[in-house]
């Protein structure tokens, strides 16, 4: 049973860029989650990917949009990045869309600079 | 909006001492309400989940408790290993798919 792996770890780009991260879900597990978190804070809902579909979205401009493969994987995109968007990104995998016990990858560490 | 409160920020603990994390909540319809554990540089780990007021969960030297308003995370008998953020985290019936975190509390325990 392999875990949910993310990447890559870290990550730094300039305003106005884009970029993409990528987050491999646990065995099985069929529904993903991304978040956002800022340094000393929570990690804040971004969206979820429910059978390839957006299945709940939180408080994110459409510059964050998502993909989810047949294999289950994920990729969260951001466009014309702003410093603010420097954060951990994290993506979590569970069986059930109602993230009853989701498991969480380690994280991208993004920089906008 | 779905609100999470976490006191204390941070905790200090001698090893062997043992204490409670309070996590306050404010949603419209209690779906469900989790504790995670994180690391520094990790992902959060999860611990458990609590549906309905009155339930406990325990888990080592961890219990988590549930009340209409509040959540307690109690430690008994701390080690250094139990060093770590903890997260309480609420999700909504009305939409399940999000889950909203606290700030978390910054536990060390001092051997």
């Known amino acids: 049973e392999t875990g949910v792996t993310q990447s890559p770890t870290h990550l730094i780009k300039t305003r106005g860029q884009q970029v993409t991260l990528r987050c491999s879900s646990q065995?099985?597990?069929?529904?993903v989650s991304w978040y956002q978190q800022a340094l000393g804070q929570g990690p804040q809902f971004i969206f979820q990917y429910y059978r390839e579909e957006e299945n709940g979205r939180g408080n994110f401009p459409p510059r964050f949009s998502g993909l989810q493969f047949p294999n289950y994987s994920s990729e969260l995109n951001v466009n014309a990045l702003e410093l603010d968007d420097s954060a951990l990104y994290l993506c979590a995998s569970s069986l059930r869309t109602e993230n009853t016990e989701a498991f969480f990858g380690q994280g991208t560490r993004l920089t906008v600079v | 909006e779905d609100q999470v409160t976490q006191s204390p920020e941070a905790l200090r603990l001698q090893e062997g001492e043992s204490s409670s994390l309070n996590c306050s909540y404010t949603v419209s319809g209690l779906r469900g309400l989790f504790w995670y554990r994180q690391d520094p540089g990790k992902g959060p780990e999860f611990l458990f989940t609590?549906?309905?007021a009155g339930e406990e969960k325990e888990k080592e030297r961890l219990k988590a408790t549930l009340t209409k308003k509040e959540s307690f995370l109690h430690i008994t008998a701390p080690k250094p290993e139990d060093s770590a953020t903890y997260l309480c985290a609420v999700q909504a019936r009305r939409s399940y798919q999000k889950v909203t975190f606290g700030t978390g509390t910054k536990l060390q325990v001092i051997p």
């Open positions: 065995s099985g597990h069929n529904t």
């Open positions: 609590l549906y309905s």
